[in-house]
């Protein structure tokens, strides 16, 4: 395995904390109220070491919009969001007074829509920063347990190694604590490590 070094997790910490920033702006711009994204905390696991307390997943169902991304290294990205943060985070973006289940039927397109700003600020900041070009689908968004979140992750054989981000959304004095999941292969973790190798030596 081609570890990730302290110095590189500093240096993804720094790419990522750039591409919240430019996703703080967006979701700025469409709930019409600040928000905020914490500056993200980022580790390296093994995907079949996986548990709830790693990814500190302190609920029992999730949003989750997924991700392919494509280029120098691949890697699926997983966005989570407890199941009732994902409704409130749905009604300020809609900017409506909907009762909650009146928003359940927007979920998907607004939860879609967060997910890929969010993702897309990110991977763009690292793609920028890192000079490499990355092509993304298009992100598809459900409603999972804990049991399945885990169990897709250590399912991904092919994708051993995961980047856990977290990161904290605050809308309007909402608090929501998201994760960021990237599930990534070996040779994409080389590829990964290669590149940031290659920024830092350029710094």
């Given amino acids: 395995m081609n570890t990730l070094t302290e110095l590189h997790l500093d240096a993804l910490t720094e790419v990522f904390n750039v591409g919240a920033g430019r996703a703080a702006a967006s979701l700025s711009e469409i709930v019409g109220d600040e928000v905020k994204l914490s500056v993200p905390s980022v580790e390296i696991k093994k995907s079949s070491e996986t548990d709830a307390v790693i990814l500190e997943l302190n609920s029992t169902r999730f949003g989750a919009v997924s991700q392919q991304f494509s280029g120098p290294f691949d890697a699926e990205a997983v966005l989570l969001f407890t199941e009732d943060h994902a409704l409130e985070i749905v009604r300020d973006m809609m900017g409506s007074q909907m009762n909650i289940e009146e928003l359940a039927e927007f979920e998907q397109e607004a939860m879609c829509e967060l997910g890929n700003i969010i993702l897309n600020a990110c991977l763009s900041a690292m793609a920028d920063m890192l000079k490499i070009s990355l092509n993304s689908s298009l992100p598809s968004y459900k409603i999972a347990s804990t049991d399945e979140i885990l169990k897709s992750i250590s399912n991904a054989s092919d994708q051993p190694y995961i980047l ?40």
């Fill in 164 to 203: 856990v981000l977290h990161i904290d959304l605050t809308i309007e004095k909402r608090h929501s604590e998201g994760h960021l999941i990237f599930l990534l292969s070996s040779m994409s973790l080389k590829n990964l490590v290669f590149y940031i190798d290659r920024f830092l030596g350029n710094i």
